[in-house]
């Protein structure tokens, strides 16, 4: 498993990472839906259709989507003073339930629960110290 300092980078480096996790291998857009750009496609009736599932596209994923998401928002410079705070302490009390959620199968999902957990802490730290 990767490791990880207590820095902004580091946060920024578990965000990229989730959107990773949320794509097909291979796949060069991890900033986009993956619903846009890994479901299979196949040729019927003379066009291309979307395939009806996609097994990248689960709940796991769904998860590490909205993290990523949250993360993305946290990070971005220009959050008004009076609501970073707020921001923040919403930001880090969904990722600590999303930690905790992926927890109860951490066998199935070691990767995501290492990613999650990982941007709790890292956040948590942060925040604690002004540093975000």
Not at 42 to 59: S, V
Not at 72 to 96: F, H, Q, S
Not at 110 to 122: S, T
């Amino acid at each position: 498993m990767q490791t990880f300092d207590y820095n902004k980078k580091s946060l920024r480096c578990i965000q990229e990472e989730l959107r990773r996790y949320c794509h097909a291998p291979g796949c060069d857009s991890p900033e986009k839906c993956p619903e846009e750009c890994c479901r299979p496609t196949k040729f019927k009736g003379g066009r291309y259709e979307m395939a009806e599932k996609d097994p990248m596209l689960d709940l796991d994923t769904a998860i590490a989507w909205v993290a990523a998401d949250d993360l993305e928002w946290a990070l971005i410079d220009g959050i008004p003073a009076g609501r970073k705070m707020k921001t923040y302490d919403k930001v880090r009390e969904r990722l600590y339930t999303l930690a905790r959620v992926i927890g109860l199968h951490r066998s199935q999902y070691p990767v995501l629960f290492h990613y999650l957990d990982r941007a709790y802490h890292i956040f948590k730290y942060l925040q604690l110290r002004g540093e975000l």
